[in-house]
């Protein structure tokens, strides 16, 4: 269809647009290829991959036990290096370290999975200290060398040393890194609260 130009002084003239030549030979056979649209859908998530990845990136429990305490009256919880509970029911202020009282048990009383599950320097333990006020959770880790020989008392510390009374070494936090609000808590003598001990594989 011709098209008209406009070629100043009010002239115009048909021109005839260009056309394409006829394919020929096998161009011809083929004839024209669609459009490829730039437009992607998109593409739908494989989900067996993604749980194949879950799953091998998951933690095992292998042992795990909560233990039983109550707060007392003197709770501090501004110790550096350790945590503590015991089953003592008294409490003075050198104990600034220490969370709980009445303590359902000590180290020599953990079960035979716990123990077994600790007593690895591979060992990796998640920690959870529960009560009314909330819960605070860190990471340590355990040794061969734990003997667990303490009945009334179970620490947790940040340095390797290891004795008697220890639960856990290379702990993540220490006393004073206990959310105040928790402490407060704990500063009850009503107040009960746990210590979840989960070991990891």
């Known amino acids: 269809m011709p098209v008209l130009l406009d070629g100043g002084n009010g002239r115009r003239r048909e021109v005839q647009p260009l056309q394409r030549p006829p394919a020929s030979g096998a ?19 494989n989900w067996s991959k993604m749980s194949v990845r879950v799953k091998a990136s998951a933690q095992t429990v292998r042992a795990a036990e909560e233990i039983s305490f109550l707060g007392h009256p003197m709770v501090r919880a501004t110790h550096a ?18 969370v709980g009282v009445k303590a359902s048990k000590g180290v020599a009383q953990l079960s035979t999975s716990i123990k077994e599950a600790l ?21 340590a880790r355990g040794s061969e060398d734990l003997s667990f ?13 290891v004795c008697g ?6 702990a993540e936090s220490s006393a004073r890194e206990i959310p105040r609000d928790l402490v407060r808590t704990l500063r009850s003598p009503a107040a009960g609260g746990l210590l979840r001990i989960e070991v990891y594989s």
């Not at 290096?81 to 220490?98: A, N, Q, S, V, Y």
């Not at 007593?119 to 920690?127: G, K, N, Q, Y």
């Not at 009374?165 to 290379?170: E, F, N, Q, S, V």
């Open 27 to 45: 161009a011809a056979q083929r004839g024209s290829r669609p459009t490829k649209s730039l437009i992607r859908a998109p593409r739908r998530p």
């Open 81 to 98: 290096r350790t945590i503590e509970i015991t089953t003592e029911r008294h409490l003075t202020d050198r104990g600034d370290c220490i």
């Open 119 to 139: 007593r690895s320097d591979e060992a990796r333990v998640r920690l959870t200290i529960v009560a009314a006020g909330g819960e605070f959770s860190f990471l």
């Open 149 to 161: 020989e303490s009945p009334t008392d179970m620490v947790i510390r940040t340095s390797t040393f």
């Open 165 to 170: 009374r220890t639960l856990a070494i290379r």
